[in-house]
């Protein structure tokens, strides 16, 4: 309903983001694309090798756009790529990529420079051979988080819909600052300090930055959810050769700092 009610006449397009790699509900925006007549485009930038009803999650949609960064479960370094089902549009994003190259002698449109390079995409390659592996691997850790944390007051760690096999890229949890005693804030200092890094993401929210706090749109009164989620979500850490020992040292922490809480 929120979705419906942003649309104008001069919509062309939504950006549903499957964030931390979590499917949207991929139907309903489907509907409304199609009632509406605006494409939908998913920023998929945490989403590879999710799938999604039997299918992968990038099938959905008219575009998914991905991420290849070095942060990601799999990464070229740097860069990303499109998933388009659209052969007409594919040719377009061709186009785009190559400076408008239709064959060595012919312009045809406006272009930049999005290719990626041959180091990069042998790196992909490579990464490509241990995938399945990692993301074993950070299920393993995943779990543990939470199967650790699942009693701690104020700490609820998402798990992944019915039906999606997830990728396990992040492990975020909410921290209930009432019920676990201590801000998102503190709880992220606190651990800092024991040498442990997490990570407030996503904060601030983009909405708060100069270039877009003076549209209407960016109200916090129009946000409460995105605002409320940014000021309690903690990511933990979780790559693939993270030992469960530091798994659960990490949670040892945060049972500590509550309990330090508790008794004060």
Known sequence: RMVEAAITPQTTAIMPVHVYGH?????????????????????????FGVRHRDQ????????????????KVFNTIEGGAIICPDERIKRRIDFLKNFGYCGETKVIAPGI???????????????LKSVDNHITAREQIFRR???LLAEVPGIHVHDWPTGTKANFAYCP???????????????????????IHARM?????????????????AAPSNLPIANAVAESILCLPIYPDLALDQVDRVCEEIQHFHAISKAA
Request: proline fraction near 3%; aromatic fraction near 14%; charge should be negative.
């Open 23 to 47: 499917p949207c509900d991929v139907e309903a925006f489907r509907e409304i694309g199609e009632v509406y007549g605006v494409k939908i485009i998913y920023d998929a930038a945490h989403a």
């Open 56 to 71: 992968s999650l990038m099938s959905f949609g008219d575009l998914s756009v991905m991420s290849f960064h070095a942060t």
């Open 113 to 127: 420079n999005a290719k990626m390079n041959e180091l990069q995409s042998a790196y992909g390659l490579l990464q």
């Open 145 to 147: 988080y939470k199967n």
């Open 173 to 195: 949890i909410l921290v209930d600052s009432e019920k676990y005693g201590r801000s998102r804030n503190d709880l992220y200092h606190d651990l800092k300090k024991v040498g």
């Open 201 to 217: 993401y996503f904060y601030p929210l983009i909405t708060s930055f100069n270039t877009y706090s003076g549209l209407p749109s």
